[in-house]
């Protein structure tokens, strides 16, 4: 994805153009204090959180992104305003008027994470002694732009999100005719394997190409498939990610909708 940045929670003039118009008016101040923190800069602050891990109450002040508990707040009005849905939106629509998305097939998969604390969609994880974890379920383009993610217990089957993480695909404007929402052909691995979900697909004008159980390695998905474990890296290259903290689900999807939103961006910077 290019070079490192040195500060990536330094929000550009570029993508502040595109996130400034979708945030929600403040509300009128009740009581006289200190001045609101300016929307850019509890933004840093909720990327230095993100990039770094670090706990909410430790951010630097010296930084001057705010307090923690600012940051935190604007991040839980910015999800439940659907900020992160929006801006996903609009650049993968960027990517299709440039003819960037490649809707020929699309790759399916999930990633385990540890959860710290037990809270709203965690659960036992199979592979690591039932302690609690959650699943980053992610569905991406051929290429690897994500399309669609979500969040789910430790302990519930792959299969079960296929359906929903498909519905969770926006309608993407950016050319002439339709929106588009549907890929060609979905990929999945043996996690995915059962005829009642092909069939499913299979309704939906999507040709699933999924591995199957007892059958020996060396189908040749592999070629296809690792887009999906790459943007997975790319999602746990943030640091919150890797360890869900948060006793709140809803915290974590933000986090991880945003996540999403700068993968997103830093393949426009580079397609677009």
Not at 25 to 40: C, M, Q, S
Not at 166 to 181: C, D, M, N, Q, T
Request: hydrophobic content about 40%; aromatic content about 6%.
């Amino acid at each position: 994805m290019g070079k490192r940045e040195s500060r990536p929670w330094v929000v550009s003039d570029e993508l502040w153009s595109l996130v400034e118009p979708l945030l929600p008016e403040p509300g009128p101040k009740l009581v006289a204090g200190r001045p609101r923190v300016p929307d850019r800069q509890a933004l840093c602050g909720i990327l230095f959180v993100l990039h770094t891990g670090i706990q909410w109450e430790y951010l630097p002040q010296e930084l001057g992104f705010g307090s923690g508990m600012t940051c935190w707040r604007r991040l839980a009005a910015w999800n439940e305003a659907g900020d992160w849905d929006q801006l996903h939106l609009i650049l993968l629509a960027r990517l299709r008027a440039a003819k960037q998305i490649d809707w020929s097939r699309a790759v399916i998969d999930s990633s385990h994470v540890r959860a710290a604390r037990r809270g709203p969609k965690g659960g036992p994880s199979p592979v690591d002694r039932a302690r609690p974890g959650s699943k980053h379920h992610v569905l991406v383009d051929g290429q690897g732009i994500p399309l669609a993610v979500s969040l789910t217990g430790g302990n519930r089957n792959d299969v079960t999100q296929l359906l929903p993480l498909l519905a969770k695909i926006p309608s993407v404007p950016g050319l002439v005719g339709r929106p588009r929402r549907r890929p060609d052909v979905l990929l999945g691995d043996r996690g995915y394997d059962h005829d009642k979900y092909r069939r499913l697909v299979w309704a939906q004008g999507i040709k699933p190409v999924i591995a199957r159980r007892g059958v020996a390695h060396g189908s040749g998905l592999g070629v296809h498939r690792w887009v999906v474990e790459r943007t997975i890296a790319w999602l746990h290259g943030f640091r919150r990610l890797r360890i869900r903290w948060e006793r709140r689900d809803d915290i974590h999807e933000a986090f991880l909708g945003l996540a999403t939103c700068l993968i997103t961006h830093r393949h426009v910077k580079r397609l677009c």
